[in-house]
């Protein structure tokens, strides 16, 4: 609905909108979104593109068992243009990154609204869990996971994840340490939160992996 709203308001297309007043403005210069690659025939973007991939088992009877064998080959092709705005860009962990980073130091909202998204959501946690003697909550905020310790208000990590056919990905933000880390698998399986805490790690003290 908002997507429509921008459109109906701006004479614009979602996309032109959002690269022209967010991803221009914050130096996203690796950020396109599918439309791009479809409609306007940009060759170089479609040979940018990574290739994704998926694990395919195989189980093959031999005598009196069953061998199974696993895989990684190239995932279907999933045309991903007709998600926006909820989806259907193609970005650069670095831009993705950038992106975060300038969501949650300022430079896109302003302080009223900011701390709206983070207080939205729902107020209970939706997780809960013990880390190096710490316990620590998860609240769900308007689009962001919000990690503090059990009993305070202290935001200690902002993050989101994200996943489609072959691939996968997360982003985290930690205020404290001014750190932003993302990263971007082309496997839908890909460890993304396990390699976050350990590149967050080398910048963090004390680690939180």
Same mark, same amino acid.
């Given at each position: ?5 921008? %459109? ?22 690796? $950020? ?10 940009? #060759? ?15 189980? #093959? ?9 696993? %895989?990684? #080959? !190239?995932?279907?092709? #999933? ?54 003697? $710490? ?39 930690? !205020? ?34």
């Amino acid at each position: 609905m908002l997507g429509i709203i921008i %459109e109906a308001v701006s004479g614009q297309t979602y996309a032109t909108y959002i690269k022209e007043n967010l991803f221009d403005r914050i130096g996203m210069k690796n $950020t396109f979104s599918e439309a791009d690659k479809i409609f306007n025939g940009n #060759v170089d973007l479609a040979r940018r593109k990574s290739v994704q991939y998926e694990m395919r088992s195989t189980a #093959v009877q031999r005598e009196y068992k069953t061998i199974t064998t696993a %895989e990684y #080959v !190239p995932a279907p092709s #999933v045309e991903m243009s007709g998600k926006l705005p909820a989806g259907g860009f193609m970005a650069t962990a670095r831009d993705v990154a950038r992106f975060a980073r300038a969501v949650h130091t300022g430079k896109v909202f302003t302080k009223p609204t900011q701390n709206l998204i983070y207080a939205g959501g729902r107020p209970e946690p939706v997780d809960e869990y013990t880390l190096n003697d $710490t316990t620590y909550t998860i609240h769900y905020a308007l689009g962001w996971r919000l990690r503090r310790k059990k009993g305070e208000m202290k935001v200690e990590r902002i993050a989101h994840t994200g996943g489609a056919v072959g691939g996968a990905a997360m982003v985290a933000h930690f !205020p404290s340490k001014h750190v932003t880390v993302c990263v971007l698998a082309n496997v839908q399986d890909g460890a993304v939160e396990k390699t976050m805490y350990r590149i967050a790690s080398l910048f963090l003290d004390p680690p939180m992996f």
